[in-house]
Protein backbone atom coordinates (compact mmCIF):
# COMPACT_ATOMS: atom_id res chain seq x y z
CA UNK A 1 0.00 0.00 0.00
CA UNK A 2 1.55 2.96 -1.06
CA UNK A 3 0.80 6.51 -1.21
CA UNK A 4 -2.57 7.70 0.11
CA UNK A 5 -6.19 5.74 -0.09
CA UNK A 6 -9.34 6.44 0.48
CA UNK A 7 -11.34 4.17 2.69
CA UNK A 8 -14.99 3.56 4.33
CA UNK A 9 -13.62 1.65 6.95
CA UNK A 10 -9.91 1.02 8.26
CA UNK A 11 -9.24 -1.84 10.70
CA UNK A 12 -6.15 -1.98 12.26
CA UNK A 13 -5.63 -5.90 12.78
CA UNK A 14 -6.69 -8.97 11.05
CA UNK A 15 -7.61 -11.50 13.83
CA UNK A 16 -10.88 -12.70 15.01
CA UNK A 17 -12.11 -9.17 16.06
CA UNK A 18 -10.79 -7.00 12.71
CA UNK A 19 -12.52 -9.65 10.08
CA UNK A 20 -15.47 -10.41 12.49
CA UNK A 21 -15.85 -6.87 12.01
CA UNK A 22 -15.37 -6.67 8.35
CA UNK A 23 -17.38 -9.70 7.26
CA UNK A 24 -20.41 -8.79 9.83
CA UNK A 25 -19.84 -5.67 7.91
CA UNK A 26 -20.04 -6.54 4.35
CA UNK A 27 -23.07 -9.44 5.30
CA UNK A 28 -25.45 -6.13 6.55
CA UNK A 29 -24.12 -3.11 3.88
CA UNK A 30 -22.90 -5.24 0.67
CA UNK A 31 -21.92 -1.68 -1.17
CA UNK A 32 -18.94 -1.77 1.67
CA UNK A 33 -16.94 -4.67 -0.63
CA UNK A 34 -14.09 -2.73 -2.37
CA UNK A 35 -14.34 0.32 0.79
CA UNK A 36 -12.79 -1.81 3.75
CA UNK A 37 -9.18 -2.61 4.59
CA UNK A 38 -7.59 -4.45 7.38
CA UNK A 39 -3.68 -3.55 7.88
CA UNK A 40 -1.59 -6.58 9.41
CA UNK A 41 1.22 -6.47 10.97
CA UNK A 42 2.37 -10.17 10.00
CA UNK A 43 0.88 -12.03 7.28
CA UNK A 44 -1.33 -15.11 7.12
CA UNK A 45 -1.19 -17.54 8.41
CA UNK A 46 0.62 -16.24 11.32
CA UNK A 47 1.44 -17.97 14.70
CA UNK A 48 -0.57 -16.86 17.10
CA UNK A 49 -0.08 -17.90 20.83
CA UNK A 50 -3.37 -18.88 21.81
CA UNK A 51 -4.79 -21.68 23.71
CA UNK A 52 -7.53 -21.89 20.76
CA UNK A 53 -10.60 -23.52 22.19
CA UNK A 54 -13.86 -22.16 20.15
CA UNK A 55 -16.66 -22.38 22.55
CA UNK A 56 -20.47 -22.84 21.16
CA UNK A 57 -20.85 -18.84 21.17
CA UNK A 58 -18.20 -18.32 18.48
CA UNK A 59 -19.84 -21.89 16.48
CA UNK A 60 -23.07 -19.69 16.74
CA UNK A 61 -21.18 -16.83 15.26
CA UNK A 62 -19.35 -18.64 12.15
CA UNK A 63 -23.26 -20.03 11.67
CA UNK A 64 -24.87 -16.70 11.19
CA UNK A 65 -21.88 -15.55 8.97
CA UNK A 66 -22.14 -18.19 6.72
CA UNK A 67 -18.34 -19.92 7.44
CA UNK A 68 -18.02 -23.47 7.76
CA UNK A 69 -14.87 -24.51 9.99
CA UNK A 70 -13.02 -26.26 7.49
CA UNK A 71 -9.13 -26.43 9.27
CA UNK A 72 -8.30 -29.44 12.12
CA UNK A 73 -10.06 -29.30 14.97
CA UNK A 74 -10.83 -31.67 18.13
CA UNK A 75 -14.15 -31.17 19.74
CA UNK A 76 -14.52 -31.69 23.60
CA UNK A 77 -17.80 -33.12 25.32
CA UNK A 78 -16.02 -34.02 28.82
CA UNK A 79 -14.24 -31.51 31.31
CA UNK A 80 -12.88 -31.46 34.58
CA UNK A 81 -11.81 -28.50 36.79
CA UNK A 82 -8.93 -29.31 39.79
CA UNK A 83 -10.20 -26.61 42.35
CA UNK A 84 -8.19 -25.77 45.95
CA UNK A 85 -11.60 -27.47 47.47
CA UNK A 86 -12.26 -30.61 44.81
CA UNK A 87 -13.25 -31.40 41.56
CA UNK A 88 -15.98 -30.34 39.37
CA UNK A 89 -17.34 -32.26 36.29
CA UNK A 90 -17.94 -29.94 33.59
CA UNK A 91 -19.48 -32.07 30.89
CA UNK A 92 -22.85 -31.36 29.25
CA UNK A 93 -24.04 -34.21 28.84
CA UNK A 94 -21.98 -34.94 25.50
CA UNK A 95 -22.44 -31.39 23.96
CA UNK A 96 -20.06 -30.14 22.79
CA UNK A 97 -17.95 -27.64 25.37
CA UNK A 98 -15.37 -26.71 23.02
CA UNK A 99 -13.68 -27.09 19.44
CA UNK A 100 -10.37 -26.49 19.21
CA UNK A 101 -7.92 -25.26 16.68
CA UNK A 102 -4.77 -23.52 16.05
CA UNK A 103 -5.18 -19.97 15.56
CA UNK A 104 -2.95 -19.63 12.71
CA UNK A 105 -5.18 -21.30 10.59
CA UNK A 106 -8.19 -20.53 12.12
CA UNK A 107 -7.33 -17.04 11.28
CA UNK A 108 -5.95 -17.47 7.68
CA UNK A 109 -9.60 -19.27 7.11
CA UNK A 110 -10.90 -15.73 8.29
CA UNK A 111 -8.97 -13.86 5.97
CA UNK A 112 -9.58 -15.84 2.93
CA UNK A 113 -13.29 -15.32 3.85
CA UNK A 114 -12.84 -11.83 4.11
CA UNK A 115 -11.18 -11.64 1.01
CA UNK A 116 -13.98 -13.36 -0.82
CA UNK A 117 -16.65 -11.00 0.32
CA UNK A 118 -14.58 -8.01 -0.75
CA UNK A 119 -12.51 -7.11 1.81
CA UNK A 120 -8.96 -5.71 1.06
CA UNK A 121 -6.40 -7.47 3.49
CA UNK A 122 -2.33 -5.41 3.98
CA UNK A 123 0.20 -7.56 5.29
CA UNK A 124 2.97 -7.14 7.02
CA UNK A 125 2.40 -3.24 7.23
CA UNK A 126 1.78 -1.66 10.55
CA UNK A 127 -0.03 1.52 11.74
CA UNK A 128 2.70 4.34 12.97
CA UNK A 129 0.17 7.20 13.65
CA UNK A 130 -3.68 8.04 14.03
CA UNK A 131 -4.53 11.33 13.70
CA UNK A 132 -8.10 12.17 13.39
CA UNK A 133 -10.58 15.84 12.62
CA UNK A 134 -14.13 16.32 12.01
CA UNK A 135 -14.46 14.84 8.54
CA UNK A 136 -12.02 11.75 9.46
CA UNK A 137 -8.96 9.49 10.30
CA UNK A 138 -5.73 9.88 8.91
CA UNK A 139 -3.90 6.21 9.55
CA UNK A 140 0.02 6.60 8.81
CA UNK A 141 1.77 3.26 8.20
CA UNK A 142 4.86 1.99 7.38
CA UNK A 143 3.77 1.79 3.49
CA UNK A 144 1.59 4.41 3.65
CA UNK A 145 -1.19 6.65 4.72
CA UNK A 146 -5.08 5.51 4.94
CA UNK A 147 -7.62 8.18 4.95
CA UNK A 148 -10.90 6.64 6.39
CA UNK A 149 -14.25 7.58 7.67
CA UNK A 150 -13.84 5.45 10.72
CA UNK A 151 -10.80 3.40 12.46
CA UNK A 152 -11.39 -0.20 14.09
CA UNK A 153 -8.52 -0.99 16.82
CA UNK A 154 -8.59 -4.71 16.68
CA UNK A 155 -4.78 -4.71 16.86
CA UNK A 156 -4.54 -6.98 20.06
CA UNK A 157 -3.34 -6.40 23.88
CA UNK A 158 -0.91 -4.43 22.98
CA UNK A 159 -2.98 -2.10 20.66
CA UNK A 160 -1.26 0.52 19.25
CA UNK A 161 -4.16 1.88 18.21
CA UNK A 162 -5.36 2.21 21.85
CA UNK A 163 -2.24 3.40 23.11
CA UNK A 164 -2.14 6.33 20.24
CA UNK A 165 -5.51 7.36 20.90
CA UNK A 166 -7.04 6.28 24.62
CA UNK A 167 -3.45 6.22 26.03
CA UNK A 168 -1.39 3.46 27.69
CA UNK A 169 -2.92 2.14 30.90
CA UNK A 170 -1.57 -1.21 31.84
CA UNK A 171 -3.42 -2.35 34.79
CA UNK A 172 -5.91 -4.46 33.26
CA UNK A 173 -2.94 -6.65 31.39
CA UNK A 174 -2.80 -9.94 32.47
CA UNK A 175 -0.32 -12.73 31.26
CA UNK A 176 -0.45 -16.39 29.70
CA UNK A 177 2.66 -18.76 29.35
CA UNK A 178 2.02 -21.96 26.94
CA UNK A 179 3.43 -24.50 24.96
CA UNK A 180 2.47 -27.91 23.66
CA UNK A 181 3.46 -31.50 24.40
CA UNK A 182 3.28 -34.09 21.61
CA UNK A 183 1.15 -37.35 23.16
CA UNK A 184 0.09 -40.70 22.23
CA UNK A 185 -3.67 -40.23 21.86
CA UNK A 186 -4.11 -43.87 22.46
CA UNK A 187 -2.47 -43.47 26.26
CA UNK A 188 -4.02 -40.00 26.76
CA UNK A 189 -7.07 -38.66 28.60
CA UNK A 190 -7.88 -36.06 26.94
CA UNK A 191 -7.61 -37.55 23.48
CA UNK A 192 -9.30 -40.93 24.62
CA UNK A 193 -12.19 -39.11 26.69
CA UNK A 194 -12.26 -35.98 24.30
CA UNK A 195 -12.00 -34.07 27.83
CA UNK A 196 -10.16 -30.67 28.34
CA UNK A 197 -8.88 -29.86 32.42
CA UNK A 198 -8.68 -27.02 33.78
CA UNK A 199 -6.69 -26.52 37.24
CA UNK A 200 -7.54 -23.56 39.43
CA UNK A 201 -5.51 -24.55 42.37
CA UNK A 202 -2.52 -22.17 41.31
CA UNK A 203 -5.19 -19.94 43.12
CA UNK A 204 -3.53 -21.49 46.72
CA UNK A 205 -0.74 -19.86 45.72
CA UNK A 206 -1.23 -16.41 44.64
CA UNK A 207 -1.83 -17.00 40.89
CA UNK A 208 -5.29 -15.12 39.83
CA UNK A 209 -6.13 -17.59 37.14
CA UNK A 210 -5.82 -21.20 35.80
CA UNK A 211 -3.70 -23.90 34.20
CA UNK A 212 -5.53 -25.45 31.34
CA UNK A 213 -4.89 -28.85 29.00
CA UNK A 214 -6.57 -29.10 25.61
CA UNK A 215 -6.07 -31.58 22.84
CA UNK A 216 -4.93 -29.82 19.83
CA UNK A 217 -3.66 -31.31 16.53
CA UNK A 218 -0.46 -29.74 15.16
CA UNK A 219 0.26 -30.22 11.54
CA UNK A 220 -1.70 -33.73 12.22
CA UNK A 221 0.04 -35.08 15.14
CA UNK A 222 -1.74 -35.02 18.65
CA UNK A 223 -0.85 -32.64 20.74
CA UNK A 224 -1.75 -31.17 24.46
CA UNK A 225 -1.39 -27.30 24.24
CA UNK A 226 -0.74 -26.33 28.38
CA UNK A 227 -0.63 -23.10 30.08
CA UNK A 228 -1.19 -21.16 32.39
CA UNK A 229 -3.15 -17.66 33.18
CA UNK A 230 -2.61 -15.37 35.73
CA UNK A 231 -4.96 -12.33 35.38
CA UNK A 232 -3.27 -9.71 37.92
CA UNK A 233 0.49 -11.01 36.52
CA UNK A 234 2.11 -7.21 37.05
CA UNK A 235 1.26 -8.06 41.38
CA UNK A 236 3.70 -10.73 40.99
CA UNK A 237 5.93 -8.85 38.22
CA UNK A 238 6.65 -5.45 40.73
CA UNK A 239 8.25 -8.08 43.23
CA UNK A 240 10.17 -10.13 40.56
CA UNK A 241 9.59 -13.88 40.07
CA UNK A 242 6.48 -13.67 37.61
CA UNK A 243 7.50 -16.15 35.47
CA UNK A 244 9.08 -18.53 37.72
CA UNK A 245 6.10 -18.47 39.75
CA UNK A 246 3.64 -19.43 36.89
CA UNK A 247 6.01 -22.15 35.64
CA UNK A 248 6.18 -23.61 39.56
CA UNK A 249 2.70 -23.83 39.26
CA UNK A 250 1.89 -25.03 35.66
CA UNK A 251 4.14 -27.94 36.31
CA UNK A 252 2.70 -28.51 39.75
CA UNK A 253 -0.88 -28.87 37.79
CA UNK A 254 0.18 -31.96 35.76
CA UNK A 255 2.87 -33.51 36.91
CA UNK A 256 2.68 -36.48 34.08
CA UNK A 257 3.66 -34.34 31.71
CA UNK A 258 7.09 -34.10 32.69
CA UNK A 259 7.33 -30.25 32.44
CA UNK A 260 10.41 -29.74 34.15
CA UNK A 261 12.19 -28.59 31.15
CA UNK A 262 10.06 -24.84 31.01
CA UNK A 263 12.46 -24.44 34.60
CA UNK A 264 15.19 -25.31 32.56
CA UNK A 265 14.20 -23.34 29.25
CA UNK A 266 14.68 -26.65 27.35
CA UNK A 267 11.33 -26.89 26.22
CA UNK A 268 10.13 -24.17 24.33
CA UNK A 269 7.58 -21.76 25.58
CA UNK A 270 5.40 -18.71 24.82
CA UNK A 271 4.04 -15.45 26.88
CA UNK A 272 1.61 -13.24 25.93
CA UNK A 273 -0.53 -10.20 27.32
CA UNK A 274 -3.86 -11.03 28.04
CA UNK A 275 -5.79 -7.49 28.24
CA UNK A 276 -8.78 -8.17 29.97
CA UNK A 277 -12.30 -6.13 30.20
CA UNK A 278 -12.66 -3.64 32.50
CA UNK A 279 -15.82 -1.20 32.66
CA UNK A 280 -14.07 1.89 33.47
CA UNK A 281 -12.65 2.18 29.98
CA UNK A 282 -14.11 3.67 26.98
CA UNK A 283 -14.45 2.12 23.37
CA UNK A 284 -14.74 4.98 21.64
CA UNK A 285 -13.08 8.27 20.74
CA UNK A 286 -13.98 10.34 17.90
CA UNK A 287 -14.05 8.22 14.73
CA UNK A 288 -11.90 5.58 16.30
CA UNK A 289 -13.25 2.27 18.04
CA UNK A 290 -11.74 -0.83 19.88
CA UNK A 291 -12.77 -4.09 19.36
CA UNK A 292 -11.57 -7.65 21.02
CA UNK A 293 -8.45 -7.50 22.87
CA UNK A 294 -7.89 -3.98 22.39
CA UNK A 295 -10.90 -3.24 23.90
CA UNK A 296 -10.45 -6.82 26.75
CA UNK A 297 -11.73 -9.80 27.11
CA UNK A 298 -12.94 -12.16 29.74
CA UNK A 299 -11.43 -11.47 32.92
CA UNK A 300 -12.21 -15.09 34.27
CA UNK A 301 -10.94 -17.46 32.02
CA UNK A 302 -8.81 -15.06 29.48
CA UNK A 303 -11.11 -16.17 26.77
CA UNK A 304 -11.23 -13.55 23.42
CA UNK A 305 -12.61 -15.53 20.36
CA UNK A 306 -15.75 -15.34 21.07
CA UNK A 307 -15.31 -11.68 22.53
CA UNK A 308 -13.75 -11.06 19.79
CA UNK A 309 -17.16 -11.97 17.46
CA UNK A 310 -19.50 -10.62 19.29
CA UNK A 311 -17.19 -6.98 19.49
CA UNK A 312 -17.21 -7.29 15.80
CA UNK A 313 -21.12 -7.88 15.28
CA UNK A 314 -21.75 -4.98 17.61
CA UNK A 315 -19.01 -2.61 16.32
CA UNK A 316 -20.29 -3.71 12.47
CA UNK A 317 -23.72 -2.54 13.38
CA UNK A 318 -22.58 0.74 15.04
CA UNK A 319 -20.32 1.69 11.62
CA UNK A 320 -22.74 0.77 9.62
CA UNK A 321 -25.75 3.05 11.16
CA UNK A 322 -23.08 5.90 11.02
CA UNK A 323 -22.19 5.93 7.39
CA UNK A 324 -25.89 5.59 7.02
CA UNK A 325 -26.08 8.96 8.78
CA UNK A 326 -26.40 8.06 12.84
CA UNK A 327 -23.70 10.60 14.52
CA UNK A 328 -24.05 8.93 17.33
CA UNK A 329 -23.61 5.29 16.69
CA UNK A 330 -20.20 4.95 17.60
CA UNK A 331 -20.84 6.32 20.97
CA UNK A 332 -23.87 3.81 20.69
CA UNK A 333 -20.96 1.49 20.42
CA UNK A 334 -19.10 1.91 23.06
CA UNK A 335 -22.63 2.15 25.57
CA UNK A 336 -23.34 -1.37 24.16
CA UNK A 337 -20.08 -2.65 25.18
CA UNK A 338 -20.84 -1.44 28.78
CA UNK A 339 -24.54 -2.01 29.31
CA UNK A 340 -25.05 -4.05 26.66
CA UNK A 341 -25.56 -8.47 26.65
CA UNK A 342 -21.72 -8.16 26.28
CA UNK A 343 -21.01 -5.45 28.99
CA UNK A 344 -23.00 -7.96 31.05
CA UNK A 345 -21.92 -10.97 30.65
CA UNK A 346 -17.85 -9.11 30.95
CA UNK A 347 -19.14 -7.55 34.39
CA UNK A 348 -20.30 -11.24 35.57
CA UNK A 349 -17.32 -12.18 34.67
CA UNK A 350 -15.17 -9.71 35.90
CA UNK A 351 -17.33 -10.15 39.40
CA UNK A 352 -16.59 -13.90 39.84
CA UNK A 353 -12.69 -13.44 38.77
CA UNK A 354 -12.58 -10.85 42.04
CA UNK A 355 -14.16 -13.62 44.19
CA UNK A 356 -12.74 -16.71 42.66
CA UNK A 357 -9.52 -15.11 42.66
CA UNK A 358 -9.88 -13.42 46.37
CA UNK A 359 -8.29 -13.78 49.74
CA UNK A 360 -11.87 -15.83 50.11
CA UNK A 361 -11.61 -17.88 47.20
CA UNK A 362 -11.67 -21.62 48.78
CA UNK A 363 -15.41 -20.12 50.07
CA UNK A 364 -16.59 -19.29 46.55
CA UNK A 365 -15.52 -22.12 44.98
CA UNK A 366 -16.82 -24.39 47.59
CA UNK A 367 -20.47 -22.71 46.96
CA UNK A 368 -19.90 -23.26 43.29
CA UNK A 369 -19.72 -27.30 44.17
CA UNK A 370 -22.93 -27.30 46.09
CA UNK A 371 -25.34 -27.83 43.03
CA UNK A 372 -24.73 -29.97 39.84
CA UNK A 373 -28.04 -28.35 38.45
CA UNK A 374 -26.00 -24.94 39.37
CA UNK A 375 -22.73 -25.74 37.29
CA UNK A 376 -24.91 -26.73 34.28
CA UNK A 377 -26.36 -23.93 34.16
CA UNK A 378 -23.23 -21.89 34.19
CA UNK A 379 -21.40 -23.72 31.96
CA UNK A 380 -24.10 -23.22 29.67
CA UNK A 381 -24.26 -19.24 30.39
CA UNK A 382 -20.09 -19.20 30.18
CA UNK A 383 -20.57 -21.07 26.91
CA UNK A 384 -23.87 -19.07 25.17
CA UNK A 385 -25.18 -22.28 24.65
CA UNK A 386 -28.17 -21.29 22.64
CA UNK A 387 -27.59 -17.68 23.61
CA UNK A 388 -28.48 -18.62 27.27
CA UNK A 389 -25.76 -15.09 28.15
CA UNK A 390 -27.69 -12.93 27.11
CA UNK A 391 -30.72 -13.81 28.80
CA UNK A 392 -31.73 -10.50 31.28
CA UNK A 393 -30.10 -11.36 34.78
CA UNK A 394 -33.76 -12.28 36.28
CA UNK A 395 -34.33 -14.69 33.66
CA UNK A 396 -31.09 -16.69 34.90
CA UNK A 397 -31.96 -16.37 38.51
CA UNK A 398 -35.36 -17.54 38.28
CA UNK A 399 -34.04 -20.57 36.35
CA UNK A 400 -31.24 -21.16 38.68
CA UNK A 401 -33.99 -21.29 41.54
CA UNK A 402 -36.37 -23.29 40.02
CA UNK A 403 -33.42 -26.10 38.59
CA UNK A 404 -31.63 -25.78 42.21
CA UNK A 405 -34.43 -25.30 44.95
CA UNK A 406 -37.18 -27.36 42.69
CA UNK A 407 -35.26 -29.70 40.57
CA UNK A 408 -36.72 -28.68 37.48
CA UNK A 409 -34.90 -30.01 34.43
CA UNK A 410 -31.76 -27.42 33.45
CA UNK A 411 -33.19 -27.32 29.83
Not at 35 to 58: D, N, Q, W, Y
Amino acid sequence: MEGSRKFDVVIAGAGPAGLATALYLVKQRPSLAGRIVAIEKSAHPRFKVCAGGLIPKTMLALDELGIALDVPSVEVIRGEAATPVGDVDLSRGGDVLATVIRRDQFDAMLARAAVQAGVEIVQRDRVLEVVQDPDGVRVSTECGICEARVLVGADGSGSRVRRAVFGARKETIGRALMTDVAVDPEGTPEFIEKRYRFDFRCVRGGISGYSWSFPCLIDGTPHLNVGIYDQRSREFADQGGEQARMISELVAAFPELRLDGLKRHATRWHSFPIRWFDARDSYCRGRVILAGDAAGVDPLMGEGISCAFEHGKLAANAIGKFLGGDADALRAYDRGLHAGAVGKKLRKLAFAARHFYGPRHKLFFRIARISRRAQEIGVDWYNGARHLDEAPTPHLIARWARAVLLGDPVR
